[in-house]
Structures are given as structure tokens and as C-alpha cells.
């Protein structure tokens, strides 16, 4: 789905994967379930572009519903997976993620948040074999050179990524404005967030 200028996004109010382009090719920003990778191609052929555009993928923290496709991607393509230092070893499958944070859980909700999951591959999780890691503060050499702002609580590596070229910001899951786990709509801190007040 266009949202705009060189600004792409694929996926639902569950699950997101975006896409921003300029002359240089694509920046994938997070890379959602495994099974999402087919609604990718289809975005970048009604973009005009094709999987060989895409430069690099940026990851806003190394959780699995964020990092679905991105080692078929590096696997397949070699491009580049670039996570925060401090979820490299998440995103690689050596550290999990504590059952923490939950909150309140409406059934109907979280039925809806697993069976979108189970059906694009959310259960298969395909851990990162070679992350190339990033600090607070650096602008990425990649398609509309996308800046990363430390933004840990959800998890330690989370960021935030400005991309002033397309006029967004991508928060991933430092915050939300859908609860996965109750259905309420309204800006709040995403669920399964580690520590609320950090």
C-alpha cells in the first residue's frame, strides 16, 4: 500500500513492513512474519522495483514478528540486516525474550493476533546468521538514509527510525495504537514491552 511519496507499507494494523525508495533503491524497515515475503514482491513490483533494489533492511528491535523474512533475504540476496547491538544475540535466537509484559488479554484479540500470525508463518521463526549491528546516533548509508535513535523498554536494542527523505518515523514497538493482546485502539506502549518506565 503507497501512504506516499517513496513510502510503501505491507501488512495490517498487526503486523507491518515498510518500504522507502529513492534513486539508490530500497530500504526495508523491519521485516514482519516469514509468509509476509511474497506481499513484499508484490509491493516492490507495483513499485516498479524487484527484491534486486533492495539495499538493505533495518530492523527496529529483534523480536520474531519483526524479523520474519530478513535472513531469507540476506540468505538469498546478501543484503545487509542491521540491528541494534543490544538485540543482536536476540535476533540470532541466543537470547529469548522473557514471558513478560503482558498485560490484560482478551481472547478475541490475541485469537486474531495467532491466527494472522499462523497464517503467514509467525510459528517459524528463522533466527539472523550475520547482523551487521548499529549504535544510538548513526545515519545508515542506505536508500533515504534512515537515522537510528536508541529507544530501549520494549526490548534493550529498540530504536526508533527517522527517515526525514519520506517524512516518517518509525517507532516499531516502543509504542502502539493497537493492543494485539486486548483490542483497544488508542496510542499506548506496545505489549510485551520489558520495562515500561526505561
Not at 501488512?11 to 515498510?18: A, F, I, K, M, Q
Not at 524487484?50 to 530492523?59: C, F, H, N, P, T
Not at 543490544?86 to 491466527?115: E, Q
Not at 503467514?120 to 548509508?141: A, E, I, M, N, Y
Amino acid at each position: 500500500m503507497r501512504l506516499g511519496p517513496s513510502l510503501h507499507r505491507v501488512g495490517s494494523d498487526l503486523v507491518n513492513v515498510y518500504l522507502v525508495e529513492d534513486d539508490d533503491g530500497v530500504t526495508v524497515i523491519d521485516a514482519g512474519l516469514s509468509g509476509q515475503w511474497g506481499e513484499v514482491e508484490d509491493e516492490l513490483e507495483a513499485m516498479g522495483r524487484s527484491a534486486e533494489d533492495i539495499r538493505g533492511l533495518v530492523l527496529t528491535h529483534g523480536d520474531t514478528d519483526h524479523i520474519g523474512f530478513a535472513e531469507r533475504l540476506h540468505a538469498e540476496r546478501g543484503v545487509p540486516v542491521y540491528v541494534h547491538q543490544a538485540d543482536a544475540d536476540r535476533a540470532m535466537g541466543k537470547v529469548r525474550k522473557p514471558m513478560t509484559g503482558w498485560g490484560p488479554v482478551k481472547l478475541g484479540a490475541l485469537g486474531r493476533f495467532l491466527a494472522y500470525s499462523g497464517r503467514r508463518g509467525g510459528l517459524r521463526t528463522h533466527w539472523l546468521s550475520q547482523p551487521t549491528t548499529f549504535d544510538d546516533g548513526v545515519t545508515l548509508g542506505l536508500p533515504c538514509s534512515p537515522r537510528v535513535i536508541h529507544a530501549p523498554g520494549h526490548t534493550p536494542g529498540s530504536v526508533v527510525i527517522d527517515v526525514p527523505e519520506v517524512d516518517a518515523v518509525f517507532v516499531g514497538d516502543a509504542m502502539t495504537t493497537g493492543n494485539v493482546l486486548t483490542g483497544e485502539s488508542g496510542p499506548a506502549l506496545a505489549p510485551f514491552t520489558l520495562d515500561p518506565v526505561q
